[in-house]
T-cell receptor, first 114, second 114 residues
C-alpha cells in the first residue's frame, strides 16, 4: 500500500519569507514517482513537478526548489521569497511504475500575508 | 478543447436520487481519470480509463458508482441512490499517456447531497 503524509495542515507566512512544505511517503515499490500539485482557491489542481525514484538530484525552478531524500522517504518543497499569489493548498502525491493512479497526501494550506 | 471541462460545476441533489457528472478531456488525450476530494482532504482515486475501457476501477467505493467513456473522449460518472456521504468535489483529469506524463485537471463538480 502507498501512503503520503503531509504533517503540516496549515502554514502562515509573511510575504518574502521562505517556506518549506514537508512530505513523507511510504511505498513498497522500488520504482515510483513523486509529484507536487498546487490547488489555488479556484479549485483546479496545477502540476508543479514530477521526480522518479532514481533521480535524487534536487532541483530549482524559479522560486520553487525540491529536496528528495530516499533515505528518509521525504520529498519537501521550498518556496523562496513567498508571494501572496502562492497562497493555496499544496499536495504531495505518489505513483507506482504504471502511473495509472496517484496517492495524494492531505495537503498543506499555505497562506502568504502581505 | 483548451482544458478539461467538467459540468455541472455545482450539483445539489436529494438523498436517494441519481446523478451524472460529465467530463470533457483535452482533445486527443487517451487517458482519463476520476478522483473524489472531500472537504479538507486530498483527492482519492476512483477510476482510470485508457481509451474506451476502464483500465483500473479499483477506487470506486461501491456498486452505486459507475463510469463510462463510450467513444474514448467524454466520460460520465454516474452515482445511483446518492447518500449524504457522497458529497464532495469530483475531479476529472486527462493525460496524453499515464499520470507520469502529468495530468491536466478540471475545476471539478461540487456535489452536495441533502
Amino acid at each position: 500500500a502507498q501512503k503520503v503524509t503531509q504533517a503540516q495542515t496549515e502554514i502562515s507566512v509573511v510575504e518574502k519569507e521562505d517556506v518549506t512544505l514537508d512530505c513523507v511517503y511510504e511505498t513498497r515499490d522500488t520504482t515510483y514517482y513523486l509529484f507536487w500539485y498546487k490547488q489555488p482557491p479556484s479549485g483546479e489542481l496545477v502540476f508543479l513537478i514530477r521526480r522518479n525514484s532514481f533521480d535524487e538530484q534536487n532541483e530549482i525552478s524559479g522560486r520553487y526548489s525540491w529536496n528528495f531524500q530516499k533515505s528518509t522517504s521525504s520529498f519537501n518543497l521550498t518556496i523562496t521569497a513567498s508571494q501572496v499569489v502562492d497562497s493555496a493548498v499544496y499536495f504531495c502525491a505518489l505513483s507506482g511504475t504504471s502511473g495509472s493512479r496517484l496517492t495524494f497526501g492531505e495537503g498543506t494550506q499555505l497562506t502568504v500575508n502581505p | 478543447g483548451a482544458g478539461v471541462s467538467q459540468t455541472p460545476s455545482n450539483k445539489v441533489t436529494e438523498k436517494g436520487k441519481y446523478v451524472e457528472l460529465r467530463c470533457d478531456p483535452i482533445s486527443g488525450h487517451t487517458a482519463l481519470y476520476w478522483y473524489r476530494q472531500s472537504l479538507g482532504q486530498g483527492p482519492e482515486f476512483l477510476i482510470y480509463f485508457q481509451g474506451t475501457g476502464a483500465a483500473d476501477d479499483s477506487g470506486l467505493p461501491n456498486d452505486r458508482f459507475f463510469a463510462v467513456r463510450p467513444e474514448g473522449s467524454v466520460s460520465t460518472l454516474k452515482i445511483q441512490r446518492t447518500e449524504r456521504g457522497d458529497s464532495a468535489v469530483y475531479l476529472c483529469a486527462s493525460s496524453s499517456g499515464t499520470a507520469l506524463y502529468g495530468y491536466t485537471f478540471g475545476s471539478g463538480t461540487r456535489l452536495t447531497v441533502v
